[in-house]
Structure formats: structure tokens, C-alpha cells
């Protein structure tokens, strides 16, 4: 985890104010080491946080030892070895990650990105080309934001913050992203809260030079056909991925925490990486909700004992308050998920301990849960309809559900044949059909869907195209979210299971090979069942903590409560969103829709807090 901020000059020389402003906004990101390099037509910051053994020896911004080419970088490349073989020359010029990206581009150019695996975001600016190139991971896990100044100058950063309080005017807020967020929609990848400031998506790659448009191209897209494997051969296959990506997120430069739930994913990740390196080299953290029922500590205890690795834990109920609204006023973007609540504490907890870097097991369940019904429709489009019956039972399905169900799948994979050439079409025509409004939040009937972004080839059933949008859009702007908790913290995350080489095999594998055995995670229990606890592999009551969740968000509501509600938001009934507070203070375990009642919240305070940072103009309701 590092942070960059890079100006592209445009008409007019900017002020020492927003020079200064780019190198200071980003220090939270970076705090062992800034540096700033005014390149004339360009200006570069840099703020270092050193998460790998190497990262010590970098300095940015990094210039190539023999062209005029600068790198500022928030960057660990996972496949070093592959690249020093690839660009020959002497392994000590090639030491960094830093020397791995720079030694890329001088080869391969701005196509250097289809040989990089990793979490990365880069700047580079070549003096030759007078061109500032920009690159993102591609699940978009190091954050990059953007705008164009008025005077035609480009901002590029690490943080929203640094790249809007560069405009320097009173800003304007994207409203189509305020609703979809307050109606806890999929957001349009590319887009902020405010209106003139874009992120650049994962999977993307974007070129800026002087006088001439921005422009910007997706390099990765999650195109994989059908893959006819045993089960077996795919166990053993996820099983050497999955080593292979808990081995390079173990590259730190001292004790390795890991966020342990007691769950499948997390406990995954703690056994392989306790196989991997010496225990003592582990510490896993986890958070307890003593006398409530969402408390897992058992689980986390029996877990830890079970893999031989040192425990610390966190009580909820003692743990410090996590100030929602100051993390949008420090950020000047929506809060975080509720669930950082819990997570902050328990980061600065392995922070306190000497540990740098925190591994988790996001993504887990979105990779190799499964789903019986899901299995049985890719069997019926196979015409494997007894075999489709069988499972269903297996599942649980009343004799009398199983036809129903079959025909339904039938009938749906007819439409589907008929319809191939239109799905955009279809999915828009059905979105229109959702209701206008939630009980809170009003749907303006201007807002146009945002289109699939995924593109599906082989056999593919509904449940992996969901997936896989999930990876390219939904993950994009989540990730962004996240990515505040390593800084407030002190640690760098890494999330093995967004491993992009494991991503694209289990994605290729059929519905059927993930629900193996005729069980929920089934290939998961094939690959790590021997190194799971018996007590997490049979683990029925795993979910999401609707108690701890309320808590999280009736501390945000008591924040609410001293905030003056100055700002009117048109699509967002407060009075509403108060009463669904007050049922559930009064019921917190059966919230409901706490997630929609989160996010509506979020942008409420979001734009309060703008609102008493810089003026909106407009009327003086302060509407938008």
C-alpha cells in the first residue's frame, strides 16, 4: 500500500496551494517515505508504506537508468520470476517490483499490463512520448482516480480526496451514483460521487497527453470458455493456484496477520498459509460478540488451535467507536461497509502487533460456494434432467417442487435460445420493472440501467455470469471502500481469493464441479477439507451478522444525530430512513433490509459532511 498524485500541466501554471495539496493528501497511504519530482510538463508525489522485503530499496519516483521515463507506483507484482526471465539482463537492475514495471514498459510498452499479475496501480510519464500512462489491476484492488482541470491539465491519484480538492471550484455531485448507492445497486465502475472526478476501472489502462483527449481501454475481461474437468483434476488444479496465491500475499517484511473468522474462507486461507511458512511467522486476529448469537469466537479459537498459529481477539462490545462521519469528511467519498465497524479495530490490533500486512478471506464465498439449484439448470441445459431431479432431491427439494422446477428451467432455456442476441435488452426491460421507489429511496424515472458488463462463452449458467459480473463491475467501486481501512489502520490488505489466475479457472469449471459430493463447497472440502477443523466443516449457521451489522449502523446513527441536516437530497426520505433506525434499535435481529438502510444512510451523510466542507452553490435549501 502506497499513494501517488500526479499533475498533468494544462494552460495555466497551478499554485504552490494544489502542488502542495497533491503531496499532502496522500501521506496516509504512504507514511515511511514522500517525495515529490516536477518533471516541467508534469508534477509527481509519492508516499511509501513498505509492505515487501524489496520495497525498501525502492525510491520514487523512479526514473529508468537509461531513458527519461518516471514510475510512481502502489504496486506488488506476484509474478517476478516469470518477468526477470522475460527481460533478461542482469537480476540486480530488476530487484524491486518498482524495476519489474518500469523494465515491462520499455519493453512491451503500454501492453506491459497483459504480463503483470498482482494488486497494482501505476503512473508512468515518458518524457520521449509526452505521454502520462496509467494502468489498474484487474479486479481493481489499488485504488486510481482521475479528472480534467478546466485548463485542460489531467489529476491523477491514489485517493478521491487528493484528486478533487485538486479543481479547486465548487464541485458537482453525480446524482445517478448517489441513487444507485442509496439503493444499494450496482454503481457504474467508472464513476464517483462527484460528478467531474472518475475512477479508472479495473482491468483498464488510460493514456493522457497534452491537447489531446483522455483516452482509456479495458485490457482484461473475464472471457473464459467452459473447462470439462473431473473433479479431481480440478481439485488438484485450485488447490496449486490457491497455494500459489496465499505464497505471494505472504511476501512481507516481517509477521503476517490474518483476519480469521472461523469460517471456510478465512480458516482456508490461515491453514495453507501456516503450511507455507513457520507458524511463528502468523498471527490471526479476530473479533468476538460475547452473549450475542452472531459470536463466532469458538469457532475462531477451535480454528487457530487446529493450525497451530498465535490468536488475539478483540471484544465488539469494548472496541473503540469507529467515527463513520469522520471517515467521509477525511475522505471526502461514501463510508465504508458497516462491517469496518469491527474491522478497523481489529486491524490496528495486528498493526500494534508489528504486522504490516492483514490477509482476509474476501471473495471466498462469491468463488466456491455453489449453488444446488444453480447446478441442477446447468445440468438440465445440458438435457441432463434426471441427473438435475436427483440433485434437487438431494438438496432438499419436496418430491412435488422437483417437476415445477424443471419445467420452469425448461421453459427458461428456451426463452433464453430465442433471446440470445438481445440479453442487454432483456436485462434492462426487467430492471425497469423493478419498483420505482424502496421505502426510503425514490427512483428518478430518468436513471438508465447500466448495461452487463460481462460477456459469457461455453457453457455458462446464470449463477457463474452473476459471478463473473461481480468481477468486473460490482467488485471495482466495493474494493474502493475497503481500501480506506489499510490506511486508517496501519496494514496493507490482501485477499487471496481475488487472485486473478484463480478467479478465471474456478469460473471455467461447471456449477456441478462446486457443489461436488452434492455439497455446498463441495470442491472447497475436496481441495482444504483435510486442513479444515471438524467444527468449521460442519458449520451450518455462517451468514450475515444482522446483529453486529445494527450495531455498527445505530452507531452511525447516533453520529447522524448531531449532524445538521442542511442538505436535502430529493431521492431520499429521511423521516423514512429514521423509522427503519428507530424498528431496528428496537429489533435488532430482524433488521431486514439493513443493507439498503445502510447505504441510504451513507449518502445522507455523505452529502451533509460535503455540504459543511465546501459550499454546493444552488439554493439555499442546499438541494441537489
Request: net charge neutral; hydrophobic share 40%; charged share 25%.
Amino acid at each position: 500500500m502506497s499513494g501517488f498524485a500526479v499533475l498533468l500541466r494544462g494552460a495555466n501554471e497551478p499554485s504552490p496551494q494544489v502542488l502542495t495539496g497533491l503531496a499532502a493528501d496522500i501521506v496516509a497511504r504512504g507514511p515511511d517515505r514522500q517525495s515529490v519530482l516536477d518533471c516541467g510538463p508534469t508534477f509527481l508525489a509519492h508516499a511509501q508504506f513498505c509492505t515487501t522485503p524489496e520495497s525498501q530499496a525502492e525510491r520514487f519516483p523512479l526514473r529508468h537508468t537509461e531513458r527519461p521515463i518516471w514510475l510512481v507506483a502502489d504496486a506488488r507484482v506476484d509474478n517476478g520470476a516469470e518477468l526477470r526471465a522475460a527481460l533478461g539482463g542482469s537480476p540486480d537492475r530488476l530487484l524491486t517490483d518498482a524495476d519489474l514495471i518500469l523494465g515491462a514498459y520499455c519493453k512491451w510498452g503500454e501492453r506491459l499490463v497483459e504480463h503483470l499479475y498482482g494488486d497494482f496501480a501505476f503512473a508512468i510519464w515518458d518524457e520521449e512520448l509526452q505521454t502520462l500512462f496509467v494502468g489498474r489491476d484487474h479486479f481493481g484492488i489499488r485504488p486510481v482516480y482521475w479528472t480534467e482541470l478546466p485548463d485542460g491539465g489531467r489529476v491523477v491519484g491514489s485517493t478521491l480526496r487528493s484528486v478533487v480538492r485538486a479543481r479547486q471550484e465548487v464541485l458537482a455531485y453525480d446524482d445517478d451514483y448517489l441513487v444507485r448507492f442509496a439503493r444499494a445497486m450496482d454503481c457504474d465502475p467508472e464513476a464517483t460521487p462527484h460528478r467531474f472526478v472518475r475512477r479508472l476501472p479495473g482491468g483498464h489502462v488510460m493514456t493522457m497527453a497534452a491537447g489531446r483527449p483522455t483516452s482509456s481501454r479495458r485490457y482484461w475481461v473475464l472471457d473464459v470458455p467452459h473447462r470439462s474437468v473431473s473433479v479431481d483434476e480440478a481439485a488438484a488444479e485450485v488447490r496449486r493456484l490457491f497455494e500459489a496465491s496465499v505464497r505471494h500475499r505472504l511476501r512481507a517484511p516481517g509477521r503476517v496477520a490474518i483476519q480469521l473468522s472461523g469460517g471456510f474462507d478465512s480458516t482456508s486461507v490461515a491453514a495453507v498459509a501456516a503450511q507455507l511458512v513457520d507458524a511463528k511467522q502468523l498471527l490471526a486476529v479476530g473479533v468476538e460478540f460475547p452473549g450475542l448469537p452472531c459470536d463466532e469466537g469458538h469457532y475462531i479459537r477451535d480454528a487457530a488451535h487446529h493450525i497451530g498459529i498465535e490468536l488475539r481477539t478483540i471484544d465488539a462490545k469494548q472496541a473503540p467507536e469507529y467515527d463513520f462521519v469522520e471517515e467521509i469528511a477525511a475522505s471526502m467519498d461514501l463510508p465504508s461497509t458497516p462491517d469496518s465497524r469491527w474491522y478497523v479495530p481489529l486491524d490496528r490490533l495486528a498493526a500494534s502487533s508489528g504486522c504490516r500486512v492483514v490477509l482476509d478471506g474476501q471473495g471466498g464465498d462469491h468463488l466456491l460456494h455453489g449453488s444446488m439449484q444453480a447446478a441442477a439448470a446447468g445440468l438440465i441445459a445440458r438435457g441432463h434432467v434426471i441427473r438435475a431431479g436427483h440433485l434437487l432431491r438431494h438438496a432438499g427439494y419436496r418430491a412435488r417442487d422437483v417437476p415445477r422446477f424443471l419445467v420452469r428451467q425448461l421453459a427458461g432455456a428456451f426463452v433464453h435460445v430465442l433471446s440470445r442476441s438481445s440479453r442487454v435488452a432483456l436485462y434492462r426491460a426487467r430492471w425497469r420493472r423493478q419498483p420505482q421507489t424502496t421505502e426510503f429511496v425514490t427512483r428518478p424515472a430518468s436513471m438508465v440501467p447500466t448495461d452487463v458488463p460481462f460477456r459469457m462463452r461455453g457453457r455458462w449458467g446464470r449463477s457463474r455470469g452473476m459471478r463473473a459480473n461481480h468481477y468486473l463491475g460490482h467488485l471495482c467501486w466495493f474494493e474502493d471502500l475497503w481500501d480506506r481501512l489499510g490506511p486508517a489502520s496501519g496494514v496493507e490488505a490482501r485477499h487471496p481469493y481475488l487472485d486473478v489466475r484463480l478467479v478465471e479457472y474456478v469460473l471455467s469449471l461447471s456449477e456441478e464441479i462446486l457443489v461436488a459430493d452434492r455439497r455446498l463447497r463441495g470442491l472447497h472440502r475436496r481441495v482444504l477439507g483435510q486442513s479444515l477443523p471438524v467444527a468449521t466443516l460442519n458449520r451450518t449457521d455462517k451468514a450475515v451478522f444482522n446483529d453486529s451489522w445494527v450495531l455498527a449502523g445505530l452507531s452511525l446513527t447516533r453520529k447522524l444525530t448531531g449532524v445538521p441536516h442542511s442538505v436535502h437530497l430529493p431521492f431520499i426520505d429521511v423521516e423514512a430512513l429514521e423509522r427503519a433506525g428507530v424498528r431496528a434499535a428496537a429489533a435488532p435481529s430482524s433488521v431486514g433490509p439493513i443493507w439498503e438502510w445502510w447505504c441510504a444512510w451513507s449518502v445522507h451523510a455523505w452529502a451533509n459532511a460535503q455540504h459543511g466542507l465546501r459550499p454546493f452553490g444552488g439554493d439555499s435549501q442546499g438541494e441537489i
